[in-house]
């Protein structure tokens, strides 16, 4: 029977060039697996690509979402441009993706290395550091928001001047300089386990063996997790990199719960922006142009960062 | 079986385009189920009319539902933010809910004159309370002089009270504004918050601007907002200047809570209902929840706040409350519209009314007014009394400018000039 399906290649004289290669190719999508797969690939393409893709026309329109649509051309990309809200949301959306992927690949990577150690309480440790993950973005924003009370008795203010660090109290929302940092270090407490778990599997991988050997060698503790694991771990830090880098680049519920993007436009994010726009103020056609602009910059992004961290892997 | 797979160029074609043919029948029906709307109604039939309203309309259409036994309904009910993503959308897509939250005037993506604009609301104006609505508040109403809301009354903006905290200032509610700041500074003497300010939650920033808007422009110019849509007036050359510089005094003499753009509008509520602050300036309509933080409801009362130093120039803010509106192109508009009629009843305007704490539409005998509206009472009857600055004004954009701009103001990241540029652009934008 599979042989019916697929004949082996191998049998077949291949055809040299191009055209040999397109219809290898073409062989490959007619094949079994790909039978299996269609169903789904159907309903995803109805259910995703297809509105995905026919909403891309709404960018080039000024549709507010009710009445009739008219095609104004490159308009709201020129608008993109010189909006000053829209300008300001980008460069937060920035900061925050850079602050988050720093900050929670570092705290994920030493959580990972502690629980990793023999220690006894290692599996509900694990299961503590990973637990907020699993909880809803929008209650761990709401969450914060007492912890960010700014009253000086209450909340993270309360704890502070309870260990005697009150000079270090702060309206941690409430400040437009603040405010988006307060969101990374929520984002950080939520996520920090969950890229834990995936630095956890990395080190899993890492064989005992090689530790062992390089003991046997000399090397002290630091010189084996940089020359043993860090290099074996490069598969785990690709994937929470870029998690990490496209969950900061598309950051909408914790802002949206916890400030609106506020004070002022202090945390506005691209998405927080985009939202807004549709939902808020009915500039259907703008909201598009700025999502489709979001989604190319985080394509454009993850692509980069897979050319460069997967060559660093180690096979 | 196996033959059939045999022949695998003809069963792969096959496979791929039964697979292609049922995604095209899914996609022709989905395409179907949205676009069967018809205007005119009548062939409900019995059937199950959509309710979606938002949460602060539940308790009374819960009330009223259960009486009315002429149709029957499916509600849901949702936040507002919610609801404005949800219903927006269905409107757009043809497959609104029959009768639907709809927002007063003009300036937010779900008001009345923003859907109406696009034909999609049922004109109402055939029923009887239509004829009832106040001339003052009928651009809340009416497009083209046409109504295509539904409306049980209005709430007012104040100053939410602590009686208890009052008396141990010795202080009474003032009736201007030098009195207004003279209560504020003996309660701050007495080692008390005057004004709790929940400014982080966005919508409660534009709250004191509201209470003073009404004295500082209205009762000077009463045709503001037809000449700032006329071009001929603007935020920066009016007395919207003298509101900012009044919010921004209050500010500077320490009358409100450290950090008001960290503090919630929960925070804000709890600080008064447990006596921490004296008062809160609020809408109306959260009086209900004031009541449930305080230990004892009777604890708390309201007053106007004069925003003028002569008690004749104090006018009030008194919005229409959210209402409903039956979509033009649903299936069962007839069922809706009597649906609507039927609310409109004085009785049921009345019940809306107290259920809600608003004053209602129109009154009668039977209409019972929370005792805490009633010092705004005279200010409706006198004619000043506007709505809500935000009913009138032309696009969706300005009220969220005017919430950045007063955090900006309170976070000293802007000067009362740039926020009233800011809000004079946003409002010429088309």
């Given at each position: ?300 992004v993850s692509m980069i960062q897979i050319h460069y961290l997967r060559g660093r892997e180690v096979a | 079986m196996t033959s059939s797979y045999g022949t695998a160029a003809l069963s792969r074609r096959g496979f791929l ?173 007495k080692g008390k918050v005057p004004i709790a300010l929940g400014a982080q939650t966005q919508w409660v920033t534009q709250l004191i601007t509201y209470a003073l808007v009404p004295s500082t422009v209205y009762a000077k ?56 602050a004296a008062m809160a300036i609020q809408v109306s309509a959260v009086l209900p929840d004031f009541r449930k933080a305080a230990s004892n409801a009777d604890d708390l009362d309201m007053f106007p706040v004069p925003g ?123």
């Amino acid at each position: 029977m599979t042989s019916t399906l697929r004949p082996a290649p191998a049998k077949r004289a291949a055809p040299p060039g191009a055209a040999a290669r397109r219809r290898r190719r073409g062989a490959r999508f007619l094949s079994p697996p790909w039978w299996f797969a269609a169903p789904a690939l159907a309903i995803y393409a109805l259910v995703v690509l297809y509105p995905s893709l026919s909403g891309i026309v709404y960018a080039f329109t000024d549709w507010n979402g009710l009445g009739e649509r008219s095609f104004n051309g490159l308009a709201n990309f020129s608008k993109l441009f010189d909006d000053e809200a829209a300008r300001g949301s980008l460069v937060n959306t920035l900061l925050l993706t850079v602050a988050i992927v720093l900050v929670q690949n570092a705290v994920g990577l030493l959580l990972a290395l502690g629980v990793h150690a023999k220690i006894k309480s290692r599996t509900v440790l694990r299961v503590v550091f990973f637990a907020p993950a699993v909880v809803s973005p929008v209650m761990v924003a709401f969450l914060w928001k007492y912890i960010y009370n700014p009253s000086p008795d209450a909340g993270l203010n309360g704890i502070l001047g309870a260990v005697g660090l009150g000079g270090l109290r702060q309206d941690w929302l409430g400040n437009p300089d603040l405010a988006i940092w307060s969101i990374a270090g929520m984002v950080v407490w939520q996520f920090a386990g969950y890229s834990m778990v995936i630095f956890l599997a990395g080190l899993e991988g890492v064989p005992a063996e090689l530790h062992e050997a390089a003991m046997i060698d000399g090397a002290s503790r630091w010189q084996r997790f940089r020359h043993v694991t860090w290099p074996l771990l490069a598969p785990a830090v690709t994937i929470n990199l870029m998690l990490s880098t496209i969950g900061g680049l598309k950051l909408f519920d914790q802002v949206y719960a916890a400030t609106n993007g506020g004070p002022g436009h202090a945390s506005e994010t691209l998405s927080t922006v985009l939202y807004k726009q549709a939902f808020v103020f009915g500039n259907y056609g703008y909201s598009t142009a700025i999502a489709l602009v979001l989604a190319l910059f985080v394509a454009a992004v993850s692509m980069i960062q897979i050319h460069y961290l997967r060559g660093r892997e180690v096979a | 079986m196996t033959s059939s797979y045999g022949t695998a160029a003809l069963s792969r074609r096959g496979f791929l385009g039964l697979t292609g043919g049922v995604a095209a029948m899914g996609a022709l029906a989905a395409c179907g189920g949205t676009s069967g709307g018809s205007s005119g109604g009548g062939g409900g039939g019995g059937a199950t009319l959509r309710l979606v309203a938002v949460a602060d309309q539940q308790k009374p259409l819960e009330l009223l539902l259960k009486e009315y036994t002429k149709s029957k309904f499916s509600a849901s009910y949702a936040p507002t933010d919610q609801v404005q993503t949800s219903v927006r959308t269905q409107l757009g897509a043809g497959n609104a809910p029959d009768v639907h939250v709809v927002f007063p005037g003009d300036g937010s993506a779900m008001s009345m004159a923003q859907i109406a604009q696009a034909g999609l609301l049922a004109d109402l104006s055939d029923q009887a309370w239509t004829k009832r609505i106040p001339p003052g508040l009928k651009p809340a109403f009416q497009k083209d002089g046409k109504t295509f809301l539904y409306s049980a009354g209005s709430s007012v903006i104040g100053a939410i009270y602590n009686k208890k905290v009052f008396q141990e200032a010795g202080v009474e509610p003032p009736t201007t504004w030098s009195e207004f700041l003279d209560v504020c500074e003996k309660i701050k003497k007495k080692g008390k918050v005057p004004i709790a300010l929940g400014a982080q939650t966005q919508w409660v920033t534009q709250l004191i601007t509201y209470a003073l808007v009404p004295s500082t422009v209205y009762a000077k110019n009463p045709k503001f907002d037809e000449q700032m849509r006329a071009g001929s007036a603007s935020f920066a050359n009016s007395g919207w200047k003298d509101a900012f510089d009044m919010y921004l005094e209050l500010q500077k003499r320490g009358y409100f809570n450290d950090n008001p753009n960290g503090t919630t509008l929960e925070q804000q509520t709890s600080m008064v209902a447990t006596g921490k602050a004296a008062m809160a300036i609020q809408v109306s309509a959260v009086l209900p929840d004031f009541r449930k933080a305080a230990s004892n409801a009777d604890d708390l009362d309201m007053f106007p706040v004069p925003g003028a130093d002569d008690a004749n120039q104090v006018w009030v803010p008194a919005g229409v409350v959210v209402g409903l509106g039956v979509s033009a192109r649903g299936k069962n508009v007839d069922e809706a519209k009597a649906f609507l009629e039927f609310l409109g009843q004085q009785q049921n305007m009345n019940r809306w009314a107290e259920a809600v704490a608003c004053v209602p539409l129109t009154r009668d005998s039977a209409s019972k007014i929370d005792p805490v509206l009633k010092s705004f009472l005279p200010f409706i009857d006198a004619n000043k009394a506007v709505p809500f600055m935000d009913q009138n004004w032309p696009n969706a954009e300005i009220q969220p400018a005017h919430f950045a701009v007063v955090q900006e103001l309170l976070g000293g990241r802007t000067t009362v000039a740039k926020a009233l540029a800011k809000l004079d652009e946003t409002y010429r934008k088309k």
